[in-house]
């Protein structure tokens, strides 16, 4: 049922830092989401996750939690909060909040407790182990940090100690084998569910729960160390189902998983009795020396996905490069390119989601040197790569790539000064992506042929179609960057073509036996009777 909500309506991500800032100090904040409503209602917004609003450092802009039971002073006060959850729900909108429970912050008091007594109990809400070595000075395990470096900080106060954190040292991995910590978390579930949230987008909840602290297997590219020990672990299998029946199944709510380093293989297991969509990491990747997706690698991907009962198909978040320019290539066919990928998701099966300036096209911000990056990958791999005396035009190249400040800049309301996401003149918090005098809400308004119309027509179809939210998919053989499938349900059939990349390409001869009339949807204005698929060209036809 919850599943199917999600499918239909989709979800739109809002990262609060960047939105709208109405008290003026450069920082998105609540009230300012408030005040921007109505636009995502106009855009057909049915379900909004927000990336962390609690109190925070923001060591990791928010994904470093010191208290799960409040509003972060940056964002409003918990009024405001609550109006928004009356606001969103007078707009028969739903609100996913973020939880992330990996980890806390190192400000969080259950750690600051651990560390200050290490008689109580909140020792064992976290992971500590004794060093190795002569001296015990070498870390428990060689297990590596997502974030780079050892995954084992040494505790300042108690040499020989350790505490384990998968991301950086400012988020020290909670003990899922410590029973309090499943009631703690059970605890803050049940008061945003009571507050009225619908549910959660759980952070890189595949790897809550280690099972063993054995060393780990070296040599895996893309991996860090140790990782086979925590990824898609029984022991987390048996926590969500856990979760999902004792809190949210009963509530009627949904869980979200971000399932980092999760296989396809291994994913379905996540949406039986857990999740209700997930979020695989492969569709993210183009290769190591690469910044663009080839449109065929992107095709292989897509389609394995889709064997999943329900996917999350995302091209960007807060995590991510824009989508056009990795995705599609950046040129005279570009505006085709970014409806085309909208239209990609509005049509698989699964939950599209969407990041907040997607609708407009908004693409990566090119200009940010890495000293005004907030971000804090972006600043330990240079740190990591200088150690190895990597050149530093190389080293700011994979900053680049593997940072992830490009799509996190002010979203773009207006074209002046400001760009509507702040009255005041005081500077963002992050720089506003130099495009946002041309890219933005206002100018594509005015423009019948716009993404942002676009975007508003392609949500609606898929909403209004349950065949195209609800249906079965099944893949067509085609050419290779062709996609080519059929959506089904109770005998009504669409079908579905995408040129995913920037060359022309023939046409399946299945689509030419189809005319205008039948073209529900395309990015370009003909009907479908020329000789070619052009560049980034889709159609959606409802056939017999
Ligand atoms: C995934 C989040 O999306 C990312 O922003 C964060 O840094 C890591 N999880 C760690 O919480």
Redesign the pocket.
């Known amino acids: 049922m919850e599943r199917d909500f999600l499918s239909r309506y989709g979800v739109y991500q809002i990262y609060p830092m960047s939105f709208c800032d109405a008290n003026g100090d450069g920082k998105g904040d609540i009230p300012g989401i408030l005040s921007k409503l109505d636009y995502l209602q106009s855009l057909g917004v049915r379900v909004i996750w927000f990336s962390p609003l609690y109190p925070s450092p923001m060591w ?2 928010g ?2 939690i010191a208290d799960y039971y409040d509003i972060n002073p940056i964002f409003g006060t918990m009024a405001d909060f609550d109006l928004l959850m009356e606001e969103t729900k007078r707009r028969g909108m739903r609100v996913i909040m973020d939880l ?1 429970v ?2 806390t912050s190192d400000q969080h008091p259950w750690f600051l407790e651990a560390l200050r007594n290490p008689d109580s109990k909140y020792r064992d809400y976290y992971i500590f182990r004794k060093g190795k070595g002569k001296n015990g000075r070498k870390p428990p395990n060689n297990w590596t940090s ?1 974030f780079f470096g050892s995954a084992w900080k040494e505790v300042p106060e108690e040499q020989g100690t350790f505490y384990l954190h998968l ?1 950086s040292e400012h ?1 020290p991995d909670l003990n899922w084998h410590n029973e309090a910590v499943y009631q703690e978390v059970k605890k803050i579930v049940e008061y945003w569910m009571d507050k009225g949230v619908y549910g959660f987008r759980c ?2 909840i595949s790897e809550i729960y280690k099972e063993s602290l054995e060393d780990g297997k070296r040599g895996m590219p893309g991996r860090p160390t140790g990782f086979e020990h925590y990824i898609a672990t029984p022991g987390c299998h048996r926590i969500l189902k856990r979760l999902r029946k004792e809190v949210i199944e009963p509530r009627h709510g949904v869980l979200i998983g ?1 399932c ?1 380093g999760v296989e396809r293989d291994q994913a379905a297991a996540f949406l039986d009795d857990e999740l209700d969509t997930l979020f695989g990491f492969e569709i993210t990747d183009p290769g190591i020396f690469k910044k663009t997706m080839a449109s065929e690698r992107f095709r292989q991907i897509l389609m394995s996905w889709q064997k999943l009962e329900c996917n999350g198909n995302y091209l960007e ?3 991510q490069h824009r989508a056009i320019g990795k995705y599609v290539r950046e040129g005279p066919f570009e505006k085709e390119g970014g409806k085309m990928l909208i239209a990609l998701l509005c049509s698989l099966k699964g939950v599209p989601f969407f990041f907040q300036g997607q609708e407009i096209g908004m693409k990566d911000y090119r200009h940010l040197s890495l000293e005004e990056s907030h971000d ?2 972006a600043h330990f791999l240079d740190g990591m790569l200088k150690r190895y005396w990597m050149p530093k035009p190389l080293r700011r190249w994979f900053a680049r790539k593997y940072g ?1 400040d490009d799509a996190r800049c002010p979203m773009p309301f207006l074209p002046e000064s400001g760009h509507g996401f702040t009255n005041s003149s005081v500077e963002p918090w992050q720089k506003f992506n130099e495009l946002s005098s041309r890219i933005n809400v206002a100018l594509e308004e005015k423009d019948e042929t716009s993404i942002l119309h676009f975007f508003r027509r392609c949500l609606r179809l898929r909403q209004v179609d349950d065949v195209l939210s609800l249906g079965n998919i099944r893949f067509l053989p085609s050419d290779e960057e062709v996609l080519l499938f059929l959506r089904e349900r109770k005998g009504a059939k669409r079908l579905c073509v995408f040129n995913l990349s920037d060359k022309e390409k023939p046409i399946p001869s299945l689509v030419l036996e189809n005319t205008t009339k039948n073209l529900l949807l395309s990015n370009y204005l003909h009907g479908k009777k020329e000789e070619s698929l052009l560049p980034y060209e889709f159609g959606i036809y409802a056939i017999k």
Do not use: S
Request: hydrophobic residues 25%; without cysteine.
């Open positions: 990791d802009m994904y470093d992330v990996n980890h997502t991301y988020q952070d890189v971000e980092y978040n807060h995590d804090a990958v992830r």
